[in-house]
């Protein structure tokens, strides 16, 4: 129970903390933010019912932050070009469906 806690705690910093703040700002993203925020929802959600693990969560937040990360430099010139936004989806793409296996992989948390 403590270490479900501790892992949600740990993605509502990422989520709030990380992109949360570059959300009210990104006008050129607004469909790759709200597929960060679907994304981090669901990794959320494996983390309460028990679908993943620790370590599988903290290599899913890991890769939601490289797209954060990836987003905030291309928004660093003012601009997100539509060739930097298509990269973004790919990313996003190449990430939901690790997502699915993780939670669904039968690897359970610890209760």
């Given at each position: ?11 509502a910093?990422?989520?709030?903390g ?15 933010d709200q ?7 669901r990794i ?33 010139d ?14 996003q ?6 997502i ?12």
């Amino acid at each position: 129970m403590m270490k479900k806690a501790i892992a949600t705690a740990v993605a509502a910093v990422f989520v709030f903390g990380t992109i949360g703040t570059g959300f009210a700002a990104s006008t050129d993203t607004p469909r790759v933010d709200q597929r960060q925020i679907n994304q981090q929802q669901r990794i959320d959600q494996g983390v309460q019912s028990g679908q993943l693990t620790e370590k599988e969560t903290a290599r899913l937040n890991a890769q939601q932050k490289r797209i954060a990360d990836r987003e905030a430099r291309m928004k660093s010139d003012g601009k997100v070009t539509a060739r930097e936004r298509a990269r973004l989806h790919r990313q996003q793409d190449r990430s939901s469906p690790n997502i699915y296996k993780q939670k669904h992989d039968r690897q359970r948390t610890a209760e």
